[in-house]
């Protein structure tokens, strides 16, 4: 069965440190993977996606993630987080040209410590 | 990428009402999505929307309960009927866009966030 997993649920960091979020997917087929961040009160905003090619992947507000294969991680990462970074990230699974359907992980909740 | 609006941006209604969203694109977009985020929840697709078809409904929705509209290529409508306090919960749009380098891309409207008491 298709599935995502976001093992943490918080992380605190503080304003100015490194951050990095887990998510492991399980897919049939070679997958499309998604990182969105939703603001509180907001909707979803898109960082970035993987489809294919070069597994690192750069998105918005300074965010990169890096497809591993092996591992069937796509890690969100950012040298230096900032204050406005605190929101939920999704990360997310899917192909539109099968199901159309995207899969969710559970989310994890980021705060930032001035 | 595509600008998506909700109307209305969130709603309390009394058990046993029935409220209809609606989503608006500012393009023309062959695929749209409904979603449900239900407190401190991740997401889950309710239904696809196409335009002249029927919606495709995800198990454990049916179409009684969440009827959906697709008049034309940039407007949906989503509506929660009979309504539980259970159906509290922030209802999102999503568009698949049509645009060159965004295809297979889901990009989300703001939400409409529903309180029934």
């Known amino acids: 069965a298709q599935s995502v997993t976001q093992p943490d649920i918080h992380i605190t960091v503080s304003e100015g440190a490194s951050l990095e979020l887990r998510c492991n997917y399980s897919?049939?087929?070679?997958?499309?993977l998604f990182w969105y961040v939703q603001s509180p009160g907001q909707g979803l905003q898109l960082l970035l996606k993987y489809f294919s090619g070069d597994t690192l992947v750069q998105g918005i507000k300074g965010f990169e993630a890096e497809f591993k294969r092996s591992q069937s991680s796509f890690n969100l990462r950012k040298p230096s987080v900032h204050w406005s970074d605190a929101a939920e990230y999704f990360c997310a699974v899917g192909r539109m040209d099968s199901s159309y359907k995207l899969i969710f992980g559970s989310g994890t909740r980021l705060l930032v410590r001035p | 990428s595509a600008v998506i609006s909700q109307k209305p941006s969130r709603d309390i209604c009394q058990r046993g009402t029935s409220l209809t969203i609606q989503c608006q694109v500012d393009s023309q977009v062959t695929m749209m999505f409904w979603y449900r985020q239900q407190p401190g929840q991740s997401l889950t697709l309710i239904a696809t929307a196409n335009q002249g078809s029927e919606a495709t409904y995800e198990s454990g929705f049916v179409i009684d309960k969440f009827p959906i509209s697709r008049p034309n290529l940039t407007f949906s409508t989503l509506t929660v009927s009979n309504m539980s306090p259970e159906d509290s919960s922030i209802y999102l749009c999503s568009v698949e866009s049509s645009a060159g380098g965004d295809t297979d891309t889901q990009y989300f409207g703001p939400g409409t966030r529903l309180t029934v008491l």
């Open positions: 897919y049939g087929a070679t997958p499309y």
